[in-house]
Nanobody, 131 residues
Framework: EVQLVESGGGLAQAGGSLRLSCAAS????????IAWYRQAPGKEREGVSC????????WYDDSVKGRFTISTDNAKNTMYLQMNTLKPEDTAIYYC????????????????????????WGKGSPVTVSS
Protein backbone atom coordinates (compact mmCIF):
# COMPACT_ATOMS: atom_id res chain seq x y z
CA GLU A 1 0.00 0.00 0.00
CA VAL A 2 1.33 3.41 -0.99
CA GLN A 3 1.38 5.97 1.78
CA LEU A 4 2.76 9.49 2.10
CA VAL A 5 3.07 11.03 5.55
CA GLU A 6 4.08 14.67 5.90
CA SER A 7 5.77 16.33 8.84
CA GLY A 8 7.74 19.45 9.63
CA GLY A 9 5.11 22.12 9.22
CA GLY A 10 4.32 24.67 11.86
CA LEU A 11 4.82 28.29 12.73
CA ALA A 12 7.73 30.40 11.49
CA GLN A 13 8.56 34.06 11.42
CA ALA A 14 9.04 35.92 8.17
CA GLY A 15 12.59 35.40 6.98
CA GLY A 16 12.85 32.06 8.76
CA SER A 17 13.07 28.51 7.48
CA LEU A 18 11.17 25.26 7.70
CA ARG A 19 11.75 21.87 6.16
CA LEU A 20 8.79 19.73 5.20
CA SER A 21 9.28 15.98 5.05
CA CYS A 22 7.15 13.40 3.29
CA ALA A 23 7.91 9.82 4.30
CA ALA A 24 6.92 7.31 1.65
CA SER A 25 6.03 3.66 1.98
CA UNK A 26 4.97 1.03 -0.52
CA UNK A 27 7.24 2.27 -3.32
CA UNK A 28 10.66 3.66 -4.08
CA UNK A 29 11.50 7.04 -5.61
CA UNK A 30 13.43 5.47 -8.50
CA UNK A 31 10.81 6.07 -11.20
CA UNK A 32 8.49 8.74 -9.90
CA UNK A 33 7.39 12.30 -10.34
CA ILE A 34 7.26 14.05 -6.98
CA ALA A 35 5.72 17.39 -6.20
CA TRP A 36 4.65 19.75 -3.49
CA TYR A 37 1.42 21.71 -3.68
CA ARG A 38 -0.13 24.21 -1.32
CA GLN A 39 -3.52 25.65 -0.62
CA ALA A 40 -3.92 28.93 1.20
CA PRO A 41 -7.17 29.85 2.96
CA GLY A 42 -9.79 30.87 0.43
CA LYS A 43 -7.58 30.06 -2.54
CA GLU A 44 -7.23 27.22 -5.00
CA ARG A 45 -4.48 24.66 -4.68
CA GLU A 46 -1.33 25.56 -6.56
CA GLY A 47 1.84 23.77 -7.53
CA VAL A 48 4.97 24.75 -5.62
CA SER A 49 7.72 22.45 -6.85
CA CYS A 50 8.27 19.29 -8.86
CA UNK A 51 10.92 16.80 -9.82
CA UNK A 52 10.35 14.13 -12.42
CA UNK A 53 12.65 11.17 -13.00
CA UNK A 54 11.11 10.84 -16.48
CA UNK A 55 13.35 13.57 -17.86
CA UNK A 56 15.22 14.82 -14.79
CA UNK A 57 13.31 18.10 -14.84
CA UNK A 58 12.83 20.30 -11.80
CA TRP A 59 10.21 23.04 -11.56
CA TYR A 60 9.48 25.80 -9.11
CA ASP A 61 6.66 28.30 -9.04
CA ASP A 62 7.98 31.83 -9.61
CA SER A 63 6.89 32.83 -6.12
CA VAL A 64 9.31 30.36 -4.47
CA LYS A 65 12.23 30.28 -6.89
CA GLY A 66 15.51 30.80 -5.09
CA ARG A 67 13.89 30.18 -1.70
CA PHE A 68 12.53 26.61 -1.81
CA THR A 69 14.34 23.39 -2.73
CA ILE A 70 12.83 19.99 -3.50
CA SER A 71 14.87 16.88 -2.79
CA THR A 72 14.74 13.21 -1.87
CA ASP A 73 16.72 10.94 0.41
CA ASN A 74 16.38 7.53 -1.20
CA ALA A 75 17.99 5.79 1.77
CA LYS A 76 15.23 7.15 4.00
CA ASN A 77 12.59 6.93 1.26
CA THR A 78 11.63 10.49 2.07
CA MET A 79 11.09 13.62 0.01
CA TYR A 80 11.66 17.11 1.33
CA LEU A 81 10.80 20.73 0.70
CA GLN A 82 13.36 23.09 2.22
CA MET A 83 11.74 26.50 2.61
CA ASN A 84 13.98 29.49 3.31
CA THR A 85 13.32 33.21 3.58
CA LEU A 86 9.70 32.50 4.35
CA LYS A 87 7.08 35.14 3.68
CA PRO A 88 3.59 35.55 5.16
CA GLU A 89 2.16 34.71 1.72
CA ASP A 90 3.71 31.24 2.04
CA THR A 91 1.10 30.46 4.69
CA ALA A 92 -0.87 27.45 3.47
CA ILE A 93 -1.44 23.75 3.89
CA TYR A 94 1.31 21.95 2.00
CA TYR A 95 0.75 18.60 0.32
CA CYS A 96 3.26 16.14 -1.06
CA UNK A 97 2.22 14.13 -4.09
CA UNK A 98 3.64 11.38 -6.27
CA UNK A 99 2.93 9.90 -9.68
CA UNK A 100 4.10 6.34 -9.93
CA UNK A 101 5.61 5.75 -12.43
CA UNK A 102 6.54 9.13 -13.87
CA UNK A 103 5.03 9.42 -17.35
CA UNK A 104 6.35 12.85 -18.30
CA UNK A 105 8.39 15.81 -17.13
CA UNK A 106 7.36 18.50 -14.70
CA UNK A 107 5.87 20.69 -17.43
CA UNK A 108 3.12 18.05 -17.71
CA UNK A 109 2.48 17.71 -14.00
CA UNK A 110 2.57 21.43 -13.27
CA UNK A 111 0.37 22.45 -16.18
CA UNK A 112 -2.54 22.70 -13.78
CA UNK A 113 -2.34 23.70 -10.18
CA UNK A 114 -4.70 21.04 -8.98
CA UNK A 115 -2.27 18.20 -9.59
CA UNK A 116 -4.55 15.88 -11.55
CA UNK A 117 -1.52 13.99 -12.85
CA UNK A 118 -0.57 12.84 -9.37
CA UNK A 119 -1.76 9.47 -8.11
CA UNK A 120 -0.93 9.63 -4.42
CA TRP A 121 -1.21 12.43 -1.89
CA GLY A 122 -0.26 13.15 1.67
CA LYS A 123 -2.85 14.53 4.06
CA GLY A 124 -1.25 17.95 4.28
CA SER A 125 0.95 19.85 6.69
CA PRO A 126 0.02 23.39 7.76
CA VAL A 127 2.60 26.17 7.54
CA THR A 128 1.97 29.57 9.09
CA VAL A 129 4.39 32.44 8.57
CA SER A 130 3.99 35.47 10.80
CA SER A 131 5.14 38.95 9.84
Amino acid sequence: EVQLVESGGGLAQAGGSLRLSCAASGFRFDDTAIAWYRQAPGKEREGVSCFSSSDGSTWYDDSVKGRFTISTDNAKNTMYLQMNTLKPEDTAIYYCAVDLPAIDGCSYYMEDGAGFGMDYWGKGSPVTVSS
